[in-house]
T-cell receptor, first 112, second 115 residues
Framework: QKEVEQNSGPLSVPEGAIASLNCTYS??????FFWYRQYSGKSPELIMF????GDKEDGRFTAQLNKASQYVSLLIRDSQPSDSATYLC????????????FGQGTRLTINP | ETGVTQTPRHLVMGMTNKKSLKCEQH?????MYWYKQSAKKPLELMFV???????ENNSVPSRFSPECPNSSHLFLHLHTLQPEDSALYLC??????????????FGSGTRLTVV
């Protein structure tokens, strides 16, 4: 089983709609969770992090964490074409506080 | 300069060549990392340096040799690579290698092609 799993997509969402990106992780003791955005040919950039169960909102972005289900998600409200990118979920596993383990990413396309 | 800077941006090398990738961070971070990103695969952690000491080698072949002379600079020395080593090599840094709760800051990467 992969440590961090994401649906690779592509996920197509119309402009103005809510984009929902999902991620599951295998290590139940994982503590910290991150969402990165990576435009084609560019490096990943951190957009959200979450440590506690529940929701965390930052502008149009909401991260949701459910540790019991080992599930973390990212919602993007009022999606814009500029949101089209690959979104990477990353987790700090319990045995390695010095490393981030990444999922393979979900490619998101926002259609005008 | 600010952030994490990687050079060169693109590199084409033959299988018998020796080359080096350079990473420099201007963020005052203590930990630095090398990651490999291949098409359709997750980012793969290669090496971790914390306060310029190597703390993780993720079973990387010896044809990749890291060097960290200080907390701001990180190198990846390459020799006798294989075509399957062609990938985007990303350097990253974080404030405190013991607790990466703040995530990483990535450099722009070096696109490596082995011919």
């Amino acid at each position: 089983q992969k440590e961090v799993e994401q649906n690779s997509g592509p996920l197509s969402v119309p402009e103005g709609a809510i984009a929902s990106l999902n991620c599951t992780y295998s290590d139940r003791g994982s503590q910290s969770f991150f969402w990165y955005r990576q435009y084609s040919g560019k490096s990943p950039e951190l957009i959200m992090f979450i440590y506690s169960n529940g929701d965390k909102e930052d502008g149009r972005f909401t991260a949701q964490l459910n540790k019991a289900s080992q599930y973390v998600s990212l919602l993007i409200r009022d999606s814009q074409p500029s949101d089209s990118a690959t979104y990477l979920c990353a987790v700090i596993p319990p045995q390695g506080a010095q490393k981030l383990v990444f999922g393979q990413g979900t490619r998101l396309t926002i259609n005008p | 300069e600010t952030g994490v800077t990687q050079t060169p941006r693109h590199l084409v090398m033959g299988m018998t060549n020796k080359k080096s990738l350079k990473c420099e961070q201007h963020l005052g971070h203590n930990a630095m990392y090398w990651y490999k990103q291949s098409a359709k695969k997750p980012l793969e952690l290669m090496f971790v340096y914390n306060f310029k000491e190597q703390t993780e080698n993720n079973s990387v072949p010896s044809r990749f040799s890291p060097e960290c002379p200080n907390s701001s600079h990180l190198f990846l020395h390459l020799h006798t690579l294989q075509p399957e080593d062609s990938a985007l090599y990303l350097c990253a840094s974080s404030p405190n290698g013991g607790h990466t709760n703040y995530g990483y800051t990535f450099g722009s990467g070096t696109r490596l092609t082995v011919v």
